[in-house]
């Protein structure tokens, strides 16, 4: 018996590359452990891959031919050459009738995304957890949005205008009910402007204004606890055009991740989904966007999938992931879908014409017309159930194609139930009225619509008929099935009302964000343009003001003018150079918030720490080109004390430019605002205008400019020092002179020092709570 066995293991070991091959052609691979020692066992029998955590004693064993989505065989004995043998059964459909069925499987405690096999340093290619099952039902999920109507002002009795005020609204989603479940994948489907996006939000927990119905999950509410089990893709793929694909996913991995994994083990994770995805060619390049050069539209997609995947989601929502994508490239893309699909996790998508091949692999199928459901089922029974209403499609078509056409009324190339007959024959005839009998072409002439209304009514009956078929034979049979599957099992619901904490530590958070910031911001902060342009205008002020001395009033304004044009610079440059972040990136903050990947705080700091050694660099290469040709004074307290008040000018007009960043959200208008902002502070800044009426000489207090120029000027200049000296009169000292006399006191610095530290504090607050008004859910 021992010899038999022996000789049937030498053969497997000898031809394991075929029998691998083979395996998985027919839904199973096999993983191999090499000089592993365990103790001799023999032992066979199904059960969960993830049996050696918190596997139930009651599960009981299952053959091969169940309905669970991952079944295992193990052999174990004790070989030199091989030492056990794994047989996993993978991408098998389950087919559930109720959450029951789902509530057998153990619920696993591994880290998200690694199995047991991971545990024990073996690489399978199905070695993912299956998520936590999450059946979404909604039930008349009705959606409408307000409309601005201009107010217009009535004349009322005695001549006095009222004004009127209206307030009307569109419906945009109307009674829509359907369930999908785990391992299922449904596509929405209708023509543009028929709710496609906004129900998908809506399915998300993206979107409550407005929103009537329920919306559950495992027979719960949305809360905030839901957040990290759903994945959401966007139609426009937010990513950061300047990192790779691999940095995209592992920057990803180590925000979103569980903090009881290692980085190493969060990097193989990314790694994984790199290559179930098929990136590995692209890892490198960068994502790229559309100004910059990078990966094709169909890389930059997957990695957007990727992205989402990362964390193993239960509900995976994508909004038209197959927009912009060839044929080939999009079926690639859903049987990568489809694939992750049928390992437990529920997806939605939204798509809007897909080809024959891509519309069989639905599992489920909502059509959306106008807001109004006109189908819900199962995608290969769409095509029966127009039949068996009239609707037929008179030549061979792609069903998607057909089913558009009937979502916009149009019916065009479409064999129509008896009931329409007649007014297809009415719309034909006003385009040929030859095409009528005699005795019906008085009846014809006495129509007194033209063709585009005609056009317009038989759309509105087609439509009419869908709706009302719908409302009679779908949506009863879809609210009976509802009710069948029955409730949700306890445990499965109180495991997704967990509240789930941060997955890392604020401080992991901030190193990861600002590693990651730094990566991409970095070819702006270090362009040639930008520092062409510090070293040229540095360059051109020293050599006009080429070793400058003080001796005479117009030598001092001279001097003046050249601290207060050196305010102005950095000024404009530190506000300008921090205003447009925010609005940039305000969607893909957006995006990342709703997906809870890091505290607000983080980012806002990440984004100021980064931006520093910029706002720091230049104006260092520029003072130090400047202060020693334009012969400005030559001490080290004086050089250094100079270099800080323009850091502190420069680090408060970066905080006046994130705050109406932050506050105004909108490239044009923060840049328009901004500008004129900067030209009021400068005004008022202390060199143009000495004496400010009264009503409005509080501007120049809130101008940080006004500081920064005072500051600049008592630390180059002190009141000891002398000008104009003369055998007769004798030296006059700087205070009095017409620039300051009455104006500054050179004394000091301090109280300028504090103010200008408090605004740049005062500004950054500000932006933080301007940036909380993002809605996380667009």
Known sequence: MCGCLSECLLALYRHKESAMNLSSENGYEMAYDVNRSYQRENRSGFYSQNHMEDTPTDSAPRDRNSDSCRLSVHTAVQIPEITSFRLTEVDVPPRRSSMH???????SNNKQGFSTAHKMGRRTRGSCDS??????KFEEISFRIEIKVPQRWIPGPAFVSVKHKQTKYRQILNEVTGMVT????LAIMGPSGSGKTSFIKILAGRMKTGVSGRVSYNDLSYTSALKRRIGFVTQDDL????LTVKETLIFAAQLRLPRSMTSEQKVERAEIVIKDLGLERCQHNRVGGIFIPGVSGGERKRASIGHELLVNPSLLFLDEPTSGLDSTTALRLLHVLHKNAKVGRTIIMTIHQPSSRLFYMFDKLLLLSEGHPIYFGKGKDAMNYFASLGFSPQLAMNPADFLLDLATGNADGITLPDSLKHLELCMQSSHNPSLLEKDEQHSASDISVDSQQLEYQFSKEVLKILRSSYKT??????????????????????????????????LTQFFVISNRMFRERVRDYFEVLRFSQAVGVAILLGLLWWQAKIETEAQLRDQVGLIFYICIFWSTSSIFASVYSFPLEQHLLAKERAADMYRLSVYHISSTFCDVPSQILYPTIFMLIVYFMAGFEKTAVAFIMTMLAVYLIVLTGQGVGEFFGAAILNIKKAGTIVSIVLLIFLLTGGYYVQHIPGFIKWLKYISFVYYGFRLLLK???????TYECSETTGCKSLQLSPSFAGIIDLD???????????MAIGYRLLAYMFLRRIKIGT
């Open 715 to 721: 630390v180059q200049f002190s009141p000891s020092q």
């Open 101 to 107: 069925e789902f509530a057998n499987q153990p619920i």
């Open 182 to 185: 785990p391992c299922e994948m």
């Open 131 to 136: 998520p936590l099952p999450v059946a979404l």
């Open 473 to 506: 034979q779908i949506e009863p049979g879809e609210k009976r099935a509802m009710e069948a599957i029955g409730k949700t099992p306890e445990h499965l619901q109180a495991v997704i009302q967990l509240r789930r904490d941060w997955t890392s530590s604020w």
């Open 239 to 242: 990513l950061f055009p300047q």
């Open 748 to 758: 000091g610095g301090a109280e300028e020092a504090w103010i200008l530290i408090t």
